[in-house]
């Protein structure tokens, strides 16, 4: 019988990440290139950002799924603010028309796809890169746009 190779033991030899470690107060979110400090306190009515540090409306006894789940929705709604500011400047750079921006959450794509209606679909998950990472993808996507084909105004004075 053929031995294993040590790269798939390595593999194979893994733990899985403890979700309960990852999201609880005092975990870290990784938020545009940086990292933010979960904070939990059911005294808020919505998550707010306040020195390095993501506030959760959550109580202190919140599950982990609960915490990953508010800190994931406000990750994603984030996202969607941060890129389309990000494409809307980047339309304009470019002269282009302004497209539809939505996010993707497949789990093997890359960052940026074009849709069928002209849009671009985002990862959520571009939120955790730098802003100049965020800012090369939306250039690069917005640049591969196709320009929108120029017609004739049979009233114009020429």
Do not use: C, Y
């Amino acid at each position: 019988m053929k031995a294993k190779s040590p790269q798939l033991k390595l593999r194979l030899d893994a733990e899985t990440p403890d979700s309960a470690a990852r999201w609880q107060d005092g975990a870290p979110l990784a938020h545009l290139g940086g990292s933010l400090t979960l904070r939990l306190g059911a005294h808020r009515k919505e998550a707010v950002i306040e020195n390095n540090t993501l506030h959760l409306p959550l109580p202190p006894a919140a599950s982990p799924r609960q915490v990953q789940d508010a800190a994931e929705s406000w990750l994603r709604t984030r996202a969607l603010r941060v890129i389309s500011a990000q494409v809307v400047m980047e339309a304009r750079r470019f002269g282009r028309a302004v497209p539809k921006v939505s996010l993707s959450f497949a789990s093997r794509a890359g960052w940026v796809r074009p849709d069928d209606n002209g849009g671009l679909r985002f990862h959520w998950r571009l939120v955790e890169q730098s802003p100049d990472v965020i800012a090369q993808v939306v250039a690069r996507a917005v640049a591969d746009l196709p320009l929108p084909a120029e017609t004739l105004d049979l009233f114009a004075l020429a």
